[in-house]
């Protein structure tokens, strides 16, 4: 069973991760009009990858007899200047769900819900590489500049993306 304190963070969580998704379905778009399909799909895996995350969170409340509330999502920024932009976003966005999932790692300590803390351990290492992938991206976009042959071969490589292994957070 949840406390109130775990139940309230773990709510947050999920919501959190539901803007998150709510975010790369906007980045999505962006890049669909940049007609950058590439960068689409990618911004569309993450977002899916986003959605798995909610879920996984959600599932756990109610397994511990808790009540997941959903609260209303704030509206995603939706224009960027720039490739380079977007990326420092998506980045702002990760670093963000990492803020928010150290919230509630140190909730469980806290409350000594060891169930959560062990949970959550999941999140902090997806976190880990969800940050670096995006801030990979970043540097290099800034390292292309403003060749479009740059941004070609990204788009391309990008358009390759298959999801991660573990996305769904099997054997967590």
Avoid: C
């Amino acid at each position: 069973m949840l406390s109130d304190r775990m139940q309230e963070t773990l709510n947050k969580q999920i919501n959190r991760e539901f803007f998150s998704a709510y975010s790369y379905l906007a980045l999505t778009a962006y890049f669909e009009d940049l007609n950058l399909k590439g960068f689409a799909h990618w911004m569309k895996t993450q977002y899916e990858e986003e959605l798995i995350h909610a879920n996984k969170a959600f599932d756990f409340v109610n397994n511990r007899d808790g009540r997941v509330t959903l609260a209303p999502l704030e509206a995603p920024q939706v224009t960027w200047s720039s490739p380079v932009e977007a990326f420092g976003f998506a980045l702002e966005t990760e670093q963000a769900n990492s803020h928010q999932i150290y919230e509630v790692v140190e909730a469980a300590m806290e409350e000594r819900d060891h169930a959560t803390h062990t949970f959550m351990q999941w999140f902090v290492n997806e976190q880990i590489e969800e940050e670096a992938l995006v801030n990979d991206m970043l540097q290099r976009l800034r390292l292309v500049g403003d060749s479009n042959t740059g941004l070609f071969l990204i788009d391309h490589e990008l358009g390759l993306r298959v999801p991660a292994p573990g996305a769904d957070g099997a054997g967590a």
